[in-house]
């Protein structure tokens, strides 16, 4: 079935990834709300998102957050633990106790809704 070790290698991978994400158990409740993608929206400004990521989330001092460019493998869930945790050895700060969950989700939709429209937009 596998002609060689690299392609082994890399399904293998894929599915331990894939594995990992699933056990987590997260699911974004607001997939495609458009109406939590607002309430995402205002809170990327009042939370101080937007000093480090721009006012349209595309990037300033902090990366773009609405291209498919990621330093690590994109899910919703990274997404969100990314802002609930922060980044160790980088300028993202834990939004832990700060945020709800809720809001957390909110934020991820915001984001993910910014990045659909850029790609309609054909950018």
């Given at each position: 079935?596998?002609?060689?070790?690299?392609?082994?290698?890399?399904?293998?991978?894929?599915?331990?990834?894939?594995?990992?994400?699933?056990?987590?158990?997260?699911?974004?409740?607001?997939?495609?709300?458009?109406?939590?993608?607002?309430?995402?929206?205002?809170?990327f400004i009042s939370?101080?998102?937007?000093?480090?990521?721009?006012?349209?989330?595309?990037?300033?001092?902090?990366?773009?957050?609405?291209?498919?460019?990621?330093?690590?493998?994109?899910?919703?869930?990274?997404?969100?633990?990314?802002?609930?945790?922060?980044?160790?050895?980088?300028?993202?700060?834990?939004?832990?106790?700060?945020?709800?969950?809720?809001?957390?989700?909110?934020?991820?939709?915001?984001?993910?809704?910014?990045?659909?429209?850029?790609?309609?937009?054909?950018?």
């Amino acid at each position: 079935m596998f002609k060689n070790t690299t392609m082994l290698l890399a399904t293998l991978l894929g599915l331990a990834s894939s594995i990992a994400i699933a056990e987590d158990g997260l699911v974004n409740p607001f997939d495609h709300d458009a109406a939590a993608a607002a309430l995402g929206k205002k809170l990327f400004i009042s939370a101080g998102c937007m000093a480090c990521h721009g006012g349209n989330a595309r990037g300033a001092v902090g990366p773009d957050l609405t291209d498919d460019e990621w330093l690590r493998p994109f899910s919703q869930t990274m997404v969100f633990r990314t802002i609930q945790n922060g980044r160790p050895g980088t300028l993202m700060s834990p939004f832990k106790g700060a945020l709800t969950d809720e809001q957390i989700w909110q934020l991820v939709e915001y984001l993910l809704d910014e990045g659909r429209k850029r790609k309609a937009a054909g950018e």
